[in-house]
């Protein structure tokens, strides 16, 4: 992906003030969220929790490479969600050096609010615009969010 051109300083000043604006009426900052599936999770919480809804073996090694984290921020977010009784971390049968991480119940019922929260709120936000403008947000979205490639 290449840049165009420098970013407007007014453009950026605009693009801050509409993401807070989303953050507050979707109730997506953390000072917003009590009561809410988010109540309590360090946000690397919710992605460990997203991560392991997903089917796969998972290991610590594994869900540090997933996620670009380090193998001790994804153990100490698993330190977490354990002692809240939502993930479980078993040695693999095969190779005892090996932890495998999955998800309690507790997790997999949580786990599937925090998807049923994110998909609402998409949703809520793709329905105030076109079909076309749908379609152009999402793919500038997923362009943001891959990053430089260069």
Do not use: C
């Not at 991560?51 to 153990?75: F, I, K, N, Y």
């Not at 079909?131 to 947000?137: I, K, V």
């Amino acid at each position: 992906m290449t840049r165009s051109s420098p970013v407007d300083d007014a453009q950026a000043k605009a693009l801050t003030a509409a993401v807070g604006a989303l953050m507050r009426q979707f109730k997506l900052e953390p000072g917003l969220l009590a009561g809410s599936a988010y109540a309590d999770l360090h946000i690397n919480d919710v992605a460990l929790l997203s991560m392991l809804a997903e089917p796969g073996d998972w290991t610590v090694r594994g869900l540090a490479q997933t996620l670009g984290a380090p193998d001790s921020t994804v153990s100490s977010a698993l330190d977490r969600l354990e002692k809240r009784g939502l993930v479980a971390r078993r040695r693999r049968t095969s190779d005892r050096r090996v932890m495998r991480v999955e998800l309690t119940p507790d997790g997999q019922a949580l786990a599937e609010r925090l998807r049923t929260g994110q998909l609402d709120n998409s949703r809520s936000m793709l329905a105030r615009l076109t079909p076309e403008d749908r379609a152009h947000l999402v793919r500038l979205m997923a362009a943001v969010a891959q990053g430089d490639e260069d």
